[in-house]
């Protein structure tokens, strides 16, 4: 039983346009939501988060939409870049449980030129 | 950038032997956390560290076992690896730009035959 999920493996955009990844969640406790983006043969880096208590985080070109009533998440990148081509993978946290993350299956970005 | 290396990178294997992967950061962070990465399934975390002798299991632990006798060193086993094993393998560390941020490191691929 997947807590979190991401059900598009991979979505494809022009260079320029706007990129919407999208991740539901069914638990109603975590407290924290993530981006993390991987490029093949390294580690995850984290991207941006929001609390479970916001709406909506930006940071330069992307933004994370929090919909609580949902359960759904989503990263916008705007304007997108052939360098963001990656998995992206969404996480939500427990902050009381040992700051464990509950990933979901990734969403491979690519941007064409 | 956090200080986190894995090794060893890359582990080739045969189905019964016995497999240690090690982590090791210069951070002195207290919690430390292994994760697998597979297709379709994200990363899922084995077992988790929360300081010196203080492991705890997560999702996917059967067959897996830790240890943390230093702060800096937290090692992964496989007492007998078997195929479905085969797997990257990310450790990780607490950020701080986030709550709920993990660091990870580059990643250890294990394949068992």
């Known amino acids: 039983d997947q807590q979190v999920k991401q059900n598009s493996p991979s979505l494809s955009v022009q260079e320029g346009r706007i990129s919407i990844l999208n991740c539901d969640y069914t638990?109603?406790?975590?407290?924290?939501f993530l981006w993390y983006k991987k490029y093949p043969a390294e580690g995850p880096t984290f991207l941006i988060s929001?609390?479970?208590?916001?709406d909506k985080n930006e940071d330069g070109r992307f933004t994370v939409f929090l919909n609580k009533s949902a359960k759904h998440l989503s990263l916008h990148i705007v304007p997108s870049q052939p360098g963001d081509s990656a998995v992206y993978f969404c996480a939500a946290a427990l902050l009381n449980a040992g700051n464990m993350l509950t990933f979901g299956g990734g969403t491979r970005l690519m941007v064409k030129p | 950038d956090a200080g986190i290396t894995q090794s060893p990178r890359h582990k080739v294997t045969e189905t019964g032997t016995p497999v240690t992967l090690r982590c090791h950061q210069t951070e002195n962070h207290r919690y430390m956390y292994w994760y697998r990465q597979d297709p379709g399934h994200g990363l899922r975390l084995i077992h988790y560290?929360?300081?010196?002798?203080?492991?705890d299991k997560g999702e996917v632990s059967d067959g897996y076992s830790v240890s943390r006798s230093k702060t800096e060193d937290f090692l992964l086993t496989l007492e007998s690896a078997t195929s479905s094993q085969t797997s990257v393998y990310f450790c990780a560390i607490s950020g701080e730009r986030s709550p709920g941020e993990l660091f990870f490191g580059e990643g250890s691929r294990l394949t068992v035959l």
């Open positions: 638990n109603s406790m975590f407290d924290y």
């Open positions: 560290s929360y300081g010196v002798k203080d492991t």
């Open positions: 929001i609390s479970s208590i916001k």
